[in-house]
């Protein structure tokens, strides 16, 4: 009994004294702290010199510290009385009689160390050393049954007068308070005759217990941080020294190592070097995971406002906003609901976004005339509606954004730091809507208006362009076939005359047979240019390619030609089609140098995945303004034959590398000094 009694007080001494000192030391300058700190103090003293009072064997002595104990009770009363008008108005020692607390402690103290409060000490039951009550002792008791009696009439009165938050906190201080002191009043029993053992003692853990939840849970004070921080060392430091001693337990009794060999120390230092590389991660685990399960709904308040500036300032859209700000509202304050609403320019309404797919949900939009956004309009803040509380974002004095929130997930009340956080929030959202959001969406929906518009244009100037193409085709095919019909049309009326002639009808038949075999090439071309041929990809060897090419080609004089074939790497594509570009090209280069002579340079090389053909000559050029146009149909700079100025060669040239074989042929020339034209083709991988 006498071990049960001292370590019940010595435990909750360092308790109190604990509590105390984290309570002081997150806000040395609050009130409400400093009360709550001397508070502990006196219930920490109280607790030790109650456990040496009990079983001291001295009597005096045991007097002298039962004399210090009641002392310590006295002061217990006075700053519950000041804690609990401070919680409450907040106003402490702004009148006169705030005073009275100290000056009626003070004199009850003056006789209980000279006066006769206490008379001697006594055993009761299993107690040795217990209070014997004086003539003065009801002074110790008008003090302290006053003032607590004060703070308990306070904290019942305010509960029914208060609501939300401050009335949970109110609640759990009066179960705590009013239980300890239950257990105080049984110090007192003895003076009246009733031998009863005190168990005030047991009920001040009790109080030390609820007015830590209450610190924690309804952020009475703000030290979470510290007690949870706190906390998670002790229980890793806890874990890390059970994990040493199983390990030495293990290895000295199971394995039967001696602590004094090297295997044991190397192992003791492994397991040091890892508790140092764990242990704050072990820590940080468990106080993340203690808040969460124990303090669900705390969180750090500047820490989640750096969170939402830095975030905020990153987004440039409202779906940006809505993706940026939800998983805070929802996850790091732990809110059940959140409905973010938007200003709808083009419907005059507020419409709900989805946060997760950033678009407008089909939910039936706020009019301006609901009976929500009037009342927003006329108190320009906060909204409590249907157990929600709506949170406006101002831009000057128009409404430009909306949130609705539901309860916390914990079931816990907004408190007055929540309602603090959303204005401040939603002054940051305003900002950011007014200065970045809506300047972005404007220019951006300038820009996709002018895209839109360039659009449409390069639309309607390939359209012209085709029309064009279209309208050069068909006049260069109707002067390709009238020539020959005008031909042919002469020729017949001419018959009509000599048709008594039959040399002259023969001459004629065959003359209108020539003109026939030229509409048909002109036919033919056109359904061949229109009409892609089908065709498998092979193994191509240009070098072989260029070698038929040129051996297809007239002997010319004049012309020297040079090979210089340095790709080593076929391609993959038609050595037919490839075959029929070159003798295209070198045909063109032979016109070109046609009667004054000149070179044809052929030059192939490997270029990263790429072979590159270069051929080039020195012929009469092409024009700068006709370089454009130098792979459109019909287009040409022949005159003679049909077959020279059909305009086809390059047409079939550009197709053959570019549809076919996903290659590029580009040209460039100078009048009077050559044509070169550059090849790229696909090696084979």
Same mark, same amino acid.
């Given at each position: 009994m006498?071990?049960?009694?001292?370590?019940?007080?010595?435990?909750?001494s360092?308790?109190?004294?604990?509590?105390?000192f984290?309570?002081?030391?997150?806000?040395?300058?609050?009130?409400?702290?400093?009360?709550?700190?001397?508070?502990?103090?006196?219930?920490?003293?109280y *607790? &030790?010199?109650?456990?040496?009072?009990? $079983?001291?064997? +001295?009597? %005096?002595?045991?007097?002298?510290?039962? /004399? #210090?104990?009641?002392?310590?009770?006295?002061?217990?009363?006075?700053?519950?009385?000041?804690?609990?008008?401070?919680?409450?108005?907040?106003?402490?020692?702004?009148?006169f009689?705030?005073?009275?607390?100290?000056?009626?402690?003070?004199?009850?103290?003056?006789?209980?160390?000279t006066?006769?409060?206490?008379?001697?000490?006594?055993r009761?039951?299993?107690?040795?050393n217990?209070?014997i009550?004086g003539?003065?002792?009801?002074?110790?008791l008008?003090?302290?049954?006053?003032?607590?009696t004060? *703070? &308990?009439?306070?904290?019942?009165?305010? $509960?029914?007068? +208060?609501t %939300?938050?401050?009335?949970?906190?109110? /609640? #759990?201080?009066?179960?705590?308070?009013?239980?300890?002191?239950?257990g105080?009043w049984?110090?007192?029993?003895?003076?009246?005759?009733i031998?009863?053992?005190p168990?005030?003692?047991?009920?001040?853990?009790?109080?030390?217990?609820?007015?830590?939840?209450?610190?924690?849970?309804?952020?009475?004070?703000n030290?979470k941080a510290?007690?949870?921080?706190?906390?998670?060392l002790?229980v890793?430091a806890?874990?890390?020294?059970?994990g040493y001693?199983f390990?030495?337990?293990?290895?000295?009794?199971?394995l039967?190592?001696?602590?004094?060999?090297?295997?044991?120390?190397?192992i003791?230092?492994?397991?040091?070097?890892?508790?140092g590389?764990?242990?704050?991660?072990?820590?940080?685990?468990?106080?993340?995971?203690?808040?969460?399960?124990?303090?669900?709904?705390?969180?750090?308040?500047?820490?989640?406002?750096?969170?939402?500036?830095?975030?905020?300032?990153r987004?440039?859209?409202?779906?940006?906003?809505?993706?940026?700000?939800f998983?805070?509202?929802h996850?790091?304050i732990?809110i059940?609901?959140?409905?973010?609403?938007?200003?709808?320019?083009?419907?005059?309404?507020?419409?709900?976004?989805?946060?997760?797919?950033?678009e407008?949900?089909?939910?039936?939009?706020?009019?301006?005339?609901?009976?929500?956004?009037?009342?927003?309009?006329?108190?320009?803040?906060?909204?409590?509606i249907d157990?929600k509380?709506?949170?406006?974002?101002?831009?000057?004095?128009?409404?430009?954004?909306?949130?609705?929130?539901?309860?916390k997930?914990?079931?816990d009340?907004?408190?007055?730091?929540?309602?603090?956080?959303?204005?401040?929030?939603?002054?940051?959202?305003?900002?950011?809507?007014?200065?970045?959001?809506?300047?972005?969406e404007?220019v951006?929906?300038?820009?996709?208006?002018?895209?839109?518009?360039?659009?449409?244009?390069?639309?309607?100037?390939?359209?012209?362009?085709?029309?064009?193409?279209?309208?050069?085709?068909?006049?260069?095919?109707?002067h390709?076939?009238?020539?020959?019909?005008?031909?042919?049309?002469?020729?017949?009326?001419?018959?009509?005359?000599?048709?008594?002639?039959?040399?002259?009808?023969?001459?004629?038949?065959?003359?209108?047979?020539?003109?026939?075999?030229?509409?048909?090439k002109v036919?033919?071309?056109?359904?061949?240019?229109?009409?892609p041929?089908?065709?498998?990809?092979?193994?191509?060897?240009?070098?072989e390619?260029?070698?038929?090419?040129?051996?297809?080609?007239?002997?010319a004089?004049?012309?020297?030609?040079?090979?210089?074939?340095n790709?080593?790497?076929p391609?993959?594509?038609d050595?037919?089609?490839?075959?029929?570009?070159?003798?295209?090209l070198?045909?063109?280069?032979?016109?070109?140098?046609?009667?004054?002579?000149?070179?044809?340079?052929?030059?192939?090389?490997?270029?990263?995945?790429k072979?590159k053909?270069?051929?080039?000559?020195?012929?009469?050029?092409?024009s700068?303004?006709?370089?454009?146009?130098?792979?459109?149909?019909?287009?040409?700079?022949?005159?003679?034959?049909?077959d020279?100025?059909?305009g086809?060669?390059?047409?079939?040239?550009?197709?053959?590398?570019?549809?076919?074989?996903?290659g590029?042929?580009?040209?460039?020339?100078t009048?009077?000094?050559?044509?070169?034209?550059?090849?790229?083709?696909?090696?084979?991988?």
């Amino acid at each position: 009994m006498e071990l049960m009694f001292k370590y019940t007080a010595y435990f909750n001494s360092f308790v109190s004294l604990l509590l105390g000192f984290f309570v002081y030391f997150n806000g040395p300058t609050k009130k409400q702290n400093i009360f709550l700190f001397f508070l502990s103090l006196s219930i920490s003293f109280y *607790a &030790i010199f109650f456990a040496l009072s009990i $079983y001291e064997p +001295r009597i %005096g002595l045991s007097l002298f510290e039962v /004399k #210090l104990f009641h002392i310590f009770c006295c002061f217990i009363a006075t700053f519950l009385y000041l804690f609990t008008n401070e919680i409450i108005f907040a106003d402490t020692f702004s009148r006169f009689w705030h005073l009275i607390p100290f000056l009626s402690s003070g004199i009850t103290s003056y006789y209980l160390l000279t006066g006769n409060v206490i008379r001697g000490v006594e055993r009761i039951g299993s107690l040795p050393n217990w209070t014997i009550p004086g003539s003065q002792f009801f002074l110790y008791l008008f003090h302290y049954g006053f003032f607590t009696t004060v *703070a &308990i009439t306070l904290l019942i009165v305010y $509960y029914f007068k +208060r609501t %939300g938050i401050q009335q949970n906190q109110i /609640k #759990l201080i009066l179960i705590g308070a009013g239980l300890a002191l239950f257990g105080g009043w049984t110090t007192f029993l003895p003076g009246w005759g009733i031998k009863v053992e005190p168990y005030g003692i047991h009920f001040i853990f009790v109080f030390q217990f609820v007015l830590a939840y209450t610190i924690l849970k309804y952020q009475l004070m703000n030290i979470k941080a510290t007690l949870s921080k706190m906390g998670a060392l002790i229980v890793s430091a806890i874990i890390y020294g059970l994990g040493y001693f199983f390990l030495a337990y293990f290895y000295t009794t199971v394995l039967r190592i001696t602590p004094k060999s090297y295997v044991f120390i190397a192992i003791s230092l492994s397991y040091g070097l890892a508790t140092g590389l764990y242990f704050n991660r072990t820590r940080l685990f468990l106080q993340t995971k203690a808040e969460r399960i124990f303090i669900k709904g705390w969180y750090d308040y500047r820490q989640v406002l750096r969170k939402v500036a830095s975030s905020i300032a990153r987004a440039l859209t409202r779906e940006d906003v809505v993706k940026t700000i939800f998983p805070i509202f929802h996850d790091d304050i732990d809110i059940s609901e959140v409905n973010i609403y938007f200003f709808n320019e083009l419907t005059g309404d507020y419409v709900e976004r989805d946060p997760e797919a950033g678009e407008f949900k089909s939910r039936k939009p706020l009019s301006k005339d609901a009976p929500l956004i009037e009342q927003i309009l006329a108190k320009r803040g906060i909204v409590a509606i249907d157990g929600k509380i709506s949170v406006p974002c101002f831009s000057g004095d128009e409404l430009i954004a909306l949130f609705i929130f539901g309860k916390k997930c914990s079931e816990d009340e907004f408190t007055s730091d929540d309602l603090e956080l959303f204005k401040t929030i939603s002054d940051y959202v305003a900002i950011a809507l007014e200065y970045i959001v809506k300047p972005y969406e404007e220019v951006k929906a300038k820009f996709e208006v002018t895209q839109s518009k360039l659009a449409e244009a390069e639309k309607n100037l390939e359209r012209a362009q085709r029309l064009s193409s279209l309208g050069r085709v068909v006049a260069e095919v109707a002067h390709e076939i009238r020539n020959p019909l005008t031909v042919i049309s002469s020729r017949a009326q001419k018959i009509k005359r000599k048709n008594s002639d039959p040399a002259y009808v023969l001459e004629s038949a065959d003359l209108m047979l020539q003109k026939c075999d030229e509409i048909k090439k002109v036919t033919a071309k056109m359904y061949t240019l229109d009409q892609p041929q089908k065709y498998e990809l092979a193994e191509v060897d240009i070098g072989e390619a260029i070698n038929k090419a040129i051996e297809a080609m007239p002997s010319a004089n004049g012309i020297k030609i040079i090979k210089e074939l340095n790709a080593a790497t076929p391609v993959m594509g038609d050595q037919n089609d490839l075959t029929r570009v070159f003798i295209n090209l070198f045909t063109n280069a032979y016109d070109a140098m046609r009667g004054k002579g000149g070179t044809l340079t052929i030059e192939t090389q490997n270029e990263e995945n790429k072979i590159k053909i270069v051929i080039s000559d020195t012929g009469s050029g092409i024009s700068k303004e006709a370089l454009p146009e130098v792979f459109e149909p019909f287009f040409t700079t022949k005159f003679g034959k049909i077959d020279e100025r059909m305009g086809f060669g390059l047409t079939i040239c550009h197709d053959i590398i570019y549809d076919k074989h996903h290659g590029t042929i580009n040209v460039e020339s100078t009048p009077g000094k050559g044509t070169k034209f550059t090849i790229l083709l696909p090696a084979k991988a």
